[in-house]
């Protein structure tokens, strides 16, 4: 996967490990778990387009539409839409269910690409 995508990438079951598990060893990959019929995931589209521009380079936004792949949704226990699951080093590290202002979502995320000292 190209980790310098100002756009969110479309994943499938198929490509599921290689564009999140194995590209988030390189960087943080938010997945936002969708539906086209969802209207609260049509509401953090623009949004997800935003952060991933805004984040290229840094974080890969990814979506997995949950109607198409419902392999990689049972997987990971998504049970409502929209689920943002972040991964690092092929591990779930933060997640966010509902809709969720921008500023909230980035906040998550940064926190993931810029761990705290300890």
């Not at 980790?3 to 999140?20: C, G, I, K, R, Y």
């Not at 390189?26 to 997800?48: E, N, R, T, Y």
């Not at 935003?50 to 198409?68: C, L, M, N, P, S």
């Not at 792949?69 to 080093?89: C, K, M, N, Q, W």
Request: net charge negative; aromatic share 6%; hydrophobic share 50%.
């Amino acid at each position: 996967m190209n980790t310098l995508l100002s756009h969110p990438v479309s994943v499938s079951t198929s490509s599921f490990e290689t564009d999140v598990l194995a590209a988030s060893y390189h960087q943080p990959v938010l997945v936002d778990f969708w539906a086209s019929w969802c209207g609260p995931c049509k509401a953090i589209a623009v949004p997800l387009e935003e952060i991933a521009a805004e984040r290229a380079g840094r974080a890969v936004i990814a979506k997995v539409d949950v109607d198409a792949h419902p392999e990689v949704a049972a997987r990971y226990g998504i049970r409502s839409l929209p689920t943002l699951v972040v991964f690092r080093d092929g591990e779930v590290v933060a997640s966010l269910v509902g809709a969720r202002p921008k500023a909230e979502i980035l906040a998550r995320l940064d926190a993931v690409i810029t761990p705290a000292v300890r």
